[in-house]
């Protein structure tokens, strides 16, 4: 069984900084592409990041590029969101995904 569980979340001041940890269990985490997604209050899911398995190529939304960092440590089966220069606009929960399968998610919210 997937088993993904984040955390890191927090209050924070725009401008600062928080990361997210998402530890996954029940599948071969080194074999898996990885993503994070938020869902905004009153709003759809967004993708905000992934990572691939092969070469660790990542991508992200142009929302967060150059703000946030997607990492990986497959030997602790750990994906991490690094986050900086946060907007009260990141304000959501924040999962870590993969394929159609997310975990339960951890509140960032950034106050102005």
């Known amino acids: 069984e997937v088993q993904l569980v984040e955390s890191g979340g927090g209050l924070v001041q725009a401008g600062g900084s928080l990361r997210l940890s998402c530890a996954a269990s029940?599948?071969?985490?080194?074999?898996?592409?990885m993503d994070w997604v938020r869902q905004a209050p009153g709003k759809g899911l967004e993708w905000v990041s992934s990572?691939?398995?092969?070469?660790?190529?990542?991508t992200y939304a142009d929302s967060v590029k150059g703000r946030f960092t997607i990492s990986r440590d497959n030997a602790k089966k750990t994906l991490y969101l690094q986050m900086n220069s946060l907007k009260p606009e990141d304000t959501a929960v924040y999962y870590c995904?993969?394929?159609?399968?997310r975990g339960q998610g951890t509140q960032v919210t950034v106050s102005s």
């Open positions: 990572i691939d398995v092969w070469d660790w190529s990542t």
């Open positions: 029940g599948f071969t985490f080194s074999s898996a592409a």
């Open positions: 995904a993969k394929d159609n399968q």
